[in-house]
């Protein structure tokens, strides 16, 4: 196994801890990202775009980064309605 690809994996390891754990916390704490949720929809939907766009050009690592970025706004839309 080559340096190169076990650094990524190292580094995609500890940024999905770091998702995980923001999700974590947003339930933890009842409270999703401090915008409308009419906003956060528009934002999800433009990431999710942005994100099919860049994995269809072979972009993997934006691809995926955009992606967990939907996860993240998809997470706070159902954090922010269920205790809202």
Known sequence: MSAGKMIVGVVG???AVILVNIIYYMVQTKAGLAFPVW???ILGVCF???SVSNLKAKHY???SLFASAVILIAASVIVTSWFA
């Open 13 to 15: 390891v500890i940024y």
């Open 39 to 41: 906003i956060q929809i």
């Open 48 to 50: 999710l775009f942005v």
């Open 61 to 63: 690592i934006f691809g």
